[in-house]
């Protein structure tokens, strides 16, 4: 039972500060400090939690997560306690603590008079003591005999891999990359997600018995059909990597980019790995995002660590409050430009902008970009408004204007699965597709989406699997697809 007048007597939401911007534009490190008097504060800000009896934070969180629960155990110092309750319904709270959203933190009821409880950092606090304590395998007692292919290794198939071992299946990763994390690894930046948070991870899901291979893809080095053929059931959690284009002219000039074209080296450059010489790289250029998103920010933090001379972003959303209110730390407007630690690290960012068209010099490299203010048709539609248009200078752009949806080429030529109207692998309630034996999970059955999705999806699809094997589960299945 939480202390129902916590909050009366610590109202402050705390949170441990940023690390500086002068001194965290000089590593990859993560962009958040560490507090030392760690327990004594969490305990506190865990005490603001007030049990008030209809959670809707368990409602705003995917996963269903038990927070009145681990936020009592933290305020009561039962550190141990906390870290079961917390992994009862999150495989992995060491990622959704630093690079969640937090919708459970919009949906926290004190939030209605105070700010809301700082859940995500007591989250993220809780996953580390585990860590430091040492997590015990979670081995099966008896193995079922069955086999399952999880293609895949971003959070979609590590979390259904994890669930479904630790149910006595012999299961086997497939990962194109040379290394196991799918986004996590490759996609997000280390200032948002340092890697040795995955490996500790890592270590525990291998000691369970949970096979990696990296470096295989499944459709080339392995046809879908003989994979079929060699596994009981087969996970597909292949994300949703398509970008979105911006077919205008100029597109083709040497200098413009996907952003993830930049990111995936910067990742790699960034944690010691070999990159190609001709890997697109800031260092003393102008460099121009277009796109406000999570993608888009994460550019702007890689460009201004790389050297950038400027980094200006272009979004077509509308300019956020200057100043949000502490209750309401996340937007609540979708098409509101999102704001994160990178932007608080330095360039430029432009609102309701529209490119027009890339300009190039005789090389037929980029050098700018004609860009106009949007304007809103009636229908709804946003055009570029004549008269407004003005070059901005520009020799590194890139794109980040989100996924269309899942390479899906190989999977649909070999087999003949269904995708939906969006190019989605199409999934019935079950999260079965259209081939027997095969499911869906995470960003390629639902569209780019978040962390905390792809690990609820993940779990749900474990349900799945497991019930489709052997006719009855006792695995959790926090959510159903969409
Ligand atoms: P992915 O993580 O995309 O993993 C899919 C994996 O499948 C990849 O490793 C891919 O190589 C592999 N694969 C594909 N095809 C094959 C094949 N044929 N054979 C073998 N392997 C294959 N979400 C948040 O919650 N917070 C954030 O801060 C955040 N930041 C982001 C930043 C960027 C730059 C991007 C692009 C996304 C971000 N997201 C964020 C979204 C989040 O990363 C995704 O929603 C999530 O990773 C989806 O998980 P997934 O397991 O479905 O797919």
Same mark, same amino acid.
């Given at each position: ?234 996970? &597909? *959690?292949?994300?949703?990597?398509? !970008?979105?284009?911006? %077919?205008? $002219? ?5 200098? #413009?980019?996907? +952003? ?110 004609? &860009? *106009?203010?949007?304007?809103?048709? !009636?229908?709804?539609? %946003?055009? $570029? ?5 003005? #070059?901005?200078? +520009? ?88």
């Amino acid at each position: 039972m939480a202390d129902p007048r916590g909050f009366l007597k610590v109202r402050d939401r705390e949170l441990p500060p940023n690390r500086p911007v002068e001194v965290r534009l000089r590593d990859w490190k993560d962009t958040h400090a560490h507090r030392e008097d760690g327990q004594p504060y969490l305990k506190e800000q865990a005490g603001r939690c007030m049990d008030c009896g209809i959670p809707f934070c368990h409602q705003g969180c995917p996963l269903g997560n038990l927070i009145p629960e681990w936020n009592d155990l933290v305020r009561r110092g039962q550190w141990g306690d906390a870290v079961d309750r917390l992994h009862a319904t999150n495989n992995f709270p060491e990622l959704t603590g630093r690079i969640c959203p937090a919708p459970c933190e919009s949906s926290c009821v004190l939030g209605i008079s105070q700010p809301p409880v700082t859940i995500k950092n007591v989250e993220v606090s809780i996953a580390d003591v585990a860590f430091e304590q040492g997590l015990t395998p979670q081995v099966p007692a008896r193995l079922t005999g069955t086999t399952i292919a999880v293609i895949g290794s971003g959070p979609a198939g590590l979390a259904a891999a994890q669930q479904l071992t630790r149910a006595g299946h012999t299961v086997v990763v497939y990962e194109r990359d040379p290394r196991i994390g799918g986004l996590l690894r490759y996609g997000i930046p280390d200032f948002k997600l340092e890697k040795h948070v995955i490996e500790r991870r890592l270590e525990q899901m291998e000691a369970e018995g949970t096979r990696f291979r990296p470096g295989v893809e499944i459709g080339k080095d392995v046809t879908w059909d003989a994979l079929r053929r060699r596994f009981d059931a087969v996970v &597909v *959690a292949t994300g949703a990597t398509v !970008p979105r284009d911006l %077919r205008l $002219p100029g597109r083709d000039l040497h200098g #413009v980019h996907f +952003a993830m074209d930049f990111l995936v080296p910067a990742n790699r450059a960034a944690n010691g790995e070999e990159v190609a010489a001709d890997a697109p790289h800031a260092a003393g250029k102008h460099v121009v995002v277009i796109g406000g998103g999570d993608t888009g920010s994460d550019c702007v933090g890689t460009a201004l660590r790389q050297g950038a001379a400027s980094v200006t972003t272009l979004a077509i959303g509308k300019k956020p409050p200057l100043t949000r209110p502490a209750h309401q730390p996340w937007p609540t407007d979708p098409i509101l430009f999102e704001v994160s630690t990178s932007h608080e690290e330095g360039g430029e960012r432009t609102y309701l902008a529209s490119t027009v068209d890339f300009l190039n010099d005789k090389s037929g490299a980029v050098v700018g970009l004609r &860009v *106009a203010e949007t304007e809103y048709q !009636p229908d709804g539609r %946003r055009v $570029p408004k004549p008269g407004t248009e003005h #070059v901005i200078r +520009a020799d590194l752009v890139l794109i980040a204007m989100g996924f269309t949806g899942p390479e899906t080429a190989a999977l649909t030529d070999q087999t003949g699965i269904e995708l939906t109207d969006r190019g989605l692998v199409r999934r019935g309630d079950d999260f079965a597709t259209s081939l027997p034996g095969v499911f869906v999970a995470g960003d390629a059955g639902r569209g780019q989406s978040l962390v905390v999705w792809a690990i609820a999806e993940g779990r749900a699809v474990a349900a799945a699997v497991d019930a489709h094997l052997r006719g009855t589960t006792e695995l959790p299945a926090p959510v159903g697809p969409r």
